[in-house]
């Protein structure tokens, strides 16, 4: 491997990112650095530069860039069919939903896009889960989330969002949510009452920083879930798909939702692919005319998200998640007291918190790029790391050495 070893700030990067400045509306600070290919666990700037993705683009990249298989089914689809909108059937859509609802051990896949349109249609079957079975009255439904969530950026969602930046200049929200601590499952089972129809958690936080709840509370979850007649709706869409060593997050405890919203990796990298996926008893509530989209269960994407879940149902990305993610931690520990304050890691998955006295999650970032590692801060003093399931041993290991040498300053 021959990585980057000096920043990619040079004239030519700059312009790029300059024109980027002039016409594009600033709703993210991306890091310095024009990614123009990308191949496995490695992208190359403009200038030919090399670097090591160790964020997946937020772990839609769980399989890495163009991953041969996935390239080839797009590819094969794209000269058959790509859209026909779901008012005629498509020849793609039947294989994707039976081996999705298989991979998730559910009856009914409803196909959209994007993660944010996943959840909108979870809140909307649990509400009219919660009107047509539970018997609550028109209009009272209640779902309880919890703090420090991130479930994406639509004005419902921003809405019962506790970070500032997602939520303070976007109202009037919506209502009908409750917001109890992230990990705590009796002040979950306290906010329950006859209007509550669900409970929406993600089961680790991703966008938090890899949070992870204390031992058995997805457990108890399950249980006051299934005590109190209210749904379970995983968030699954960061945390799913092989990322912490499991088809699931919920899997670490045993513990199977009434509903999974996926998303990110169900695209494999290559297009927008989201599902909601629950028993015929919840999902089947919903009825025609009452939900839909028009790209939501497209040929392209539901050709490209069979092959996801044919890849993910043989388990080997799984396995290989599980152990990397040993080999991670346990390297990564190394490091707390060494410029890290704590790390939190689930599979191949990872919140490190860096000590102030070494800079910001941005500056380490930053320092990174120079070093040719790519990661993302988050909250301030947290890195996130979140490689692609295809990364090999010794590549994880070349990174820790960066961090390593940017941690010491
Ligand atoms: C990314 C994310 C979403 C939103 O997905 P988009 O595709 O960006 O709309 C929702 N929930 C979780 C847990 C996520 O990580």
């Not at 709706?233 to 899997?251: H, K, N, P, W, Y």
Request: some cysteine; charged content about 20%.
């Amino acid at each position: 491997m021959t990585p980057a070893t000096s920043p990619s700030l040079d004239t030519a990067t700059i312009r790029v990112i300059g024109a980027e400045g002039e016409h594009l509306a600033h709703n993210y600070n991306p890091l310095p650095v024009v990614i123009s290919r990308g191949e496995g666990a490695w992208v190359t700037d403009v200038e030919g530069k090399r670097y090591l993705d160790l964020l997946s683009a937020y772990s839609a990249l769980n399989f890495g860039h163009l991953h041969p298989a996935l390239v080839a089914v797009a590819q094969e689809q794209l000269q058959r069919l790509t859209l026909t909108s779901r008012a005629y059937h498509n020849d793609q859509l039947v294989e994707f939903s039976a081996g999705l609802a298989k991979l998730c051990g559910k009856d009914l896949v409803l196909p959209m896009n994007t993660g944010a349109e996943a959840v909108e249609t979870g809140i909307k079957v649990a509400r009219a889960w919660a009107y047509r079975v539970k018997g609550v009255p028109a209009g009272a439904a209640r779902i309880i989330v919890a703090g420090g969530n991130f479930h994406g950026r639509t004005t419902t969602i921003v809405g019962f969002s506790d970070d500032p930046d997602a939520h303070d200049a976007f109202g009037p929200y919506g209502p009908g949510f409750v917001q109890v601590p992230f990990g705590d499952a009796e002040a979950i089972a306290e906010a329950i009452d006859e209007n509550t129809a669900a409970v929406l958690i993600e089961p680790i936080q991703g966008e938090a920083g890899v949070v992870i709840p204390p031992e058995g509370f997805l457990r108890r979850v399950r249980e006051i879930c299934t005590e109190n007649n209210v749904l379970f709706i995983a968030d699954e869409i960061q945390s799913g798909l092989g990322r912490v060593g499991e088809t699931f997050a919920c899997d670490r405890e045993g513990v199977v939702p009434d509903v999974y919203l996926l998303g990110k990796a169900l695209g494999g990298g290559i297009l927008p692919v989201s599902a909601v996926v629950a028993d015929r008893d919840v999902l089947g509530v919903i009825k025609p005319g009452e939900h839909g989209s028009t790209f939501g269960g497209n040929p392209l994407a539901a050709a490209v998200g069979a092959r996801v879940v044919e890849m993910l149902a043989s388990g080997e990305f799984q396995t290989r998640g599980k152990a990397l993610g040993e080999h991670l931690e346990k390297k990564l520990q190394e490091l707390v007291g060494n410029g890290v304050t704590a790390v939190r890691v689930a599979g191949l998955w990872a919140g490190v918190d860096i000590d102030p006295g070494v800079g910001t999650g941005r500056e380490v970032a930053e320092r990174l790029l120079a070093r040719g590692v790519l990661v993302k801060d988050t909250h301030g003093a947290t890195i996130r790391i979140a490689p692609p399931l295809t990364i090999r041993a010794t590549e994880l290991d070349w990174a820790i050495e960066q961090l390593k040498v940017v941690l010491a300053g």
